[in-house]
């Protein structure tokens, strides 16, 4: 089949250091063309893949000094679907900005839509295009438009044999991703020092959140208990996690998925979250970790982590959560499409 990957432009692919949406789309486009298919990534030019890349600018724009980075994702879209014919499928990872070009071809369009729903911006576009073929990285991420087009809800996946797995836990939490209210850091220092663990805090800072951080999490820095070491790379995002006792990640938002989650799970530490958005779907209490509401439940889940198996935590994403899984239910989507039959239902991935 051939199939092309439309991916954004501010990250290359896979990301250097940050970049979950980026990092799907390098995972599902080398187990694609590990399936045998013929598989074209759009992405920059500092993007590595097995896959044919066309790079449309040189390198990752990055989230500053680009006033209008949609002007570059339109004219990007403008190219895939002038050469619309060369595909069998078109899988486009730029959310909503798809939807004008979608009906300029008999090319099928897939949008896998990687963030919250729940704005009145999302909603209003997505309703004025309620056939496309819209999918899903949870079910609770439909929940503010169960009237659009749901084509399947898949799954994000790990190549789990990649990670390293970490049979012992060490003695220390890890906070791992972006600083933003949503994700929960402040609370995550709070319980850590309740707790009486060390934690370190492996995250960049976008632009908008950098007053957040100067106000709110900087000036608790300074406790002997709290580490904040910034973005890192993957392999050391890997092994920061591996040797955690926990991913300590107390979102405050609703999370369409959590794509550090199973990265976390993939090396056999267990996830101390709250129950919000997709975390209840994605994890299993007491096997993958736990998830709790207030600070003081938080507190003393720590005192519990000892009782979850780190390879059971390993065997848990490597059966739910495998990039292959995640590739095959891609391809049964694309061939249902490209059939021209009915999309498949969520439940028949």
Request: glycine share 6%; net charge negative.
């Amino acid at each position: 089949m051939r199939i092309a990957q439309v991916a954004p432009l501010q990250v290359a692919v896979p990301p250097r250091a940050y970049g979950g949406t980026e990092r799907v789309i390098a995972n599902l486009t080398e187990a694609l063309v590990a399936l045998g298919h013929d598989v074209t990534l759009f992405a920059t030019g500092d993007s590595r893949t097995r896959a044919h890349l066309r790079a449309f600018v040189p390198k990752a724009l990055g989230f500053e000094g680009i006033n209008e980075p949609h002007a570059y994702h339109i004219a990007l879209l403008t190219q895939v679907y002038h050469d619309a014919a060369q595909f069998d499928v078109i899988h486009s990872h730029l959310d909503y900005l798809t939807l004008p070009f979608i009906h300029q071809t008999a090319t099928p369009t897939v949008i896998t839509l990687h963030n919250r729903l729940d704005t009145p911006e999302e909603a209003c576009v997505m309703r004025t295009y309620p056939d496309a073929n819209y999918i899903s990285i949870s079910d609770d991420q439909r929940h503010p438009l169960p009237h659009v087009h749901w084509a399947a809800t898949v799954y994000h996946g790990v190549n789990v044999d990649e990670f390293p797995f970490f049979p012992d836990p060490g003695g220390y939490l890890a906070f791992v991703g972006r600083i933003s209210p949503e994700k929960g850091p402040e609370l995550a220092i709070e319980v850590a020092i309740r707790a009486g663990v060390p934690l370190k805090i492996a995250a960049k800072v976008d632009p908008k959140d950098r007053r957040y951080f100067r106000e709110r999490i900087e000036p608790r820095l300074s406790h002997p208990l709290i580490e904040f070491l910034g973005p890192v790379g993957e392999r050391r995002k890997r092994q920061l996690m591996g040797n955690a006792l926990a991913l300590l990640l107390p979102i405050d938002w609703p999370e369409p998925f959590g794509m550090v989650f199973i990265e976390s799970l993939a090396c056999g530490t267990p996830v101390l979250t709250r129950p919000r958005g997709a975390a209840p779907e994605v994890l299993r209490e007491g096997v993958t970790g736990f998830m709790r509401e207030s600070e003081d439940e938080l507190v003393a889940a720590v005192g519990l982590l000892a009782q979850v198996s780190r390879q059971g935590c390993r065997d848990y994403v490597k059966e739910r959560f495998d990039t292959m899984r995640m590739a095959h239910d891609y391809v049964r989507l694309y061939d249902a499409l490209t059939r021209n039959a009915q999309p498949l239902s969520a439940a028949a991935l």
